[in-house]
């Protein structure tokens, strides 16, 4: 008899070592490359619950932590449509809506009216165009459309409602799905599933990867599916029916040339003439005939009419400026922030336009608080629509729009005003630290290219210093300063032994002392090659006009230098 062959224990345990390894390496491959059926959570990931809306602004979501930081980013759903909350409105949509809150209404101002709204108002697709919730007005979304050039898809049968507002009209891409498939959080197939699509569904392509394409789907979602399971791609051009209201400017033929006259008591007309005896190419005179006197509103006035009358005979333009430094100090927030105020001292101006013959208002509100720069804009605005229909020029002074100017909305005064003035000066100035240029050629640079991004070039009056300032730095670190008119300081700074030499840096001829004790003495000199080199960037950059701070302290050929115009 054959004896049985028994299998090696060794040959058994290597099988199922084997079998275990093909079984671990199936359940890898399974969990790696199967696609998961677990749905994502809604309110997680959409951010909203209950009537809170998500806003999703031209197919962007803010973040959860963007939501949990601040209420104001999301939406409410009332009486089946939605209010946006006016701070969103004004950042991401229009910011001309204004809440006028001692009168309880949203103001909106039109080239040629105001617009006012109150919350007992209905609009007419049947709803108030505002509701105040959590202590901030939220504009009908509806209300925000009639004055704005946006579309908006919403969607409000849901637990986690949103609604998708654009300000792009660009061309859509658009395409169609080959099959079934499941839109996830993420490209990928372990992602949770946001929502199912049909074949033949359309979506709305934002961007494609090498295997996923980010989507919007006909339900409201943002997903991805997979680039294979679409196809029939095309572009679709949304339509606009907005007609944008635009304001009639009131421009002059010539570029303005303009010289600020600093007036602090009535001025006789007949000094005019001593006065204006080395202004020639200057087109428009500014008076500072207007002060903000308190916080009632009330404008003192030392206009003359008779001064008008001689400057017309002189073929120059009366641009009389309102300021609020040349007396008390006043509450600006106060003071503009009320309808009631607002609408006195427009009615004060437009009396004395009637009254003075003037061709113009130059606003110079300085050092307005950040709080009250909403404030200023709507009476920019409002005092623009009344002085357009008397066909007064407004023109508005204000800082080159650095990040600590922001309060001063140069977009808004580019809408309403007819000139947007620039100063280019005050570089450094009396508080300064540390001794300086008090407009070097980078500052004007700066003046121009900063603003042009805001305002149109045929608006933009860059204002040029006719002064300047002699420096002293003592040896303990210590600086101060004299201003005054460039010609008496440069004389001044000679006499004290000051050499001056060319710098390059800032285009201006420099002056500079040691003295005795070691005090640095310094001059930035702002004279006829300085203002040369300012005007080579102003007409390269074919600006609107060009003003001088200020009468006096012209040389002779100042204004010649600065004119735009062709004759001069």
């Not at 901030?136 to 579309?151: A, G, M, Q, T």
């Not at 898809?153 to 658009?174: A, F, G, N, P, Q």
Request: charged share 30%; net charge neutral.
């Amino acid at each position: 008899m054959k004896k049985s062959r028994k299998k090696s224990p060794i040959k058994k345990i290597f099988l199922l070592f084997f079998l275990l390894i093909i079984i671990v390496a199936s359940a890898y491959l399974y969990r790696k490359y199967s696609y998961t059926n677990k749905r994502a959570n809604l309110e997680e990931y959409i951010h909203v619950t209950g009537d809170d809306v998500a806003i999703f602004m031209n197919d962007e979501n803010k973040s959860k932590e963007e939501y949990e930081d601040s209420v104001k980013m999301r939406a409410i759903k009332s009486s089946d449509t939605v209010y946006l909350p006016l701070s969103f409105v004004k950042a991401y949509i229009n910011n001309r809506f204004y809440y006028a809150k001692d009168i309880n209404k949203i103001l909106y101002c039109l080239p040629d009216e105001i617009q006012s709204k109150g919350d007992a108002d209905i609009h007419q697709i049947g709803n108030c165009p505002y509701v105040i919730f959590k202590e901030e007005p939220y504009l009908l979304i509806d209300f925000v459309k009639d004055f704005s050039n946006i579309r908006y898809d919403s969607y409000l049968d849901e637990e986690s409602k949103r609604i998708y507002i654009y300000t792009d009209w660009d061309k859509e891409s658009i395409a169609y799905m080959r099959g079934k498939e499941a839109a996830r959080v993420t490209g990928g197939n372990k992602s949770p599933i946001v929502t199912d699509l049909k074949k033949g569904e359309e979506v709305k392509i934002l961007e494609k990867m090498t295997k996923w394409v980010k989507v919007k789907t006909s339900d409201g979602y943002i997903g991805y599916i997979r680039k294979s399971k679409i196809n029939k791609e095309t572009d679709r051009i949304p339509i606009s029916s907005y007609i944008e209201l635009v304001r009639k400017d009131i421009k002059m033929t010539e570029k303005p040339v303009i010289g600020f006259h600093q007036v602090l008591s009535n001025y006789p007309s007949s000094q005019l003439p001593d006065l204006l005896k080395n202004t020639k190419g200057m087109n428009v005179i500014a008076p500072t005939w207007f002060v903000i006197r308190n916080n009632e509103g009330d404008i003192r006035s030392i206009a003359n009419d008779k001064y008008s009358l001689h400057c017309h005979g002189r073929k120059l333009k009366v641009w009389a400026t309102l300021n609020n430094f040349d007396l008390m100090n006043i509450d600006e927030k106060i003071v503009f922030s009320s309808t009631k105020i607002r609408r006195k001292m427009i009615d004060k101006i437009l009396r004395e336009v009637s009254v003075n013959n003037l061709d113009g208002i130059n606003l110079d509100i300085e050092q307005l608080p950040e709080d009250a720069g909403e404030d200023y804009t709507e009476f920019v605005r409002e005092l623009s629509i009344e002085l357009n229909k008397v066909g007064c020029t407004l023109s508005i002074d204000t800082y080159i729009p650095y990040n600590f100017n922001k309060q001063y909305n140069l977009k808004e005064y580019n809408d309403f005003c007819d000139y947007v003035i620039i100063m280019a000066y005050d570089e450094h100035y009396a508080g300064s630290k540390v001794a300086g240029s008090v407009s070097s050629i980078n500052y004007v640079r700066d003046a121009i290219n900063l603003s042009l991004a805001q305002v149109n070039k045929e608006k933009l009056i860059i204002g040029l210093p006719l002064y300047t300032r002699l420096w002293t730095t003592k040896v303990d670190g210590t600086v101060t300063s004299i201003a005054g008119g460039a010609a008496s300081i440069e004389q001044s700074a000679i006499s004290q032994g000051l050499k001056f030499t060319f710098d390059n840096e800032t285009l201006q001829n420099y002056g500079t002392k040691t003295t005795l004790d070691g005090d640095l003495v310094e001059c930035w000199m702002e004279d006829d090659t300085s203002l040369a080199y300012k005007m080579i960037e102003i007409r390269n950059a074919d600006l609107a006009g060009t003003a001088a701070w200020k009468l006096t302290h012209e040389r002779d050929k100042s204004f010649s230098i600065i004119s735009l115009n062709n004759d001069n």
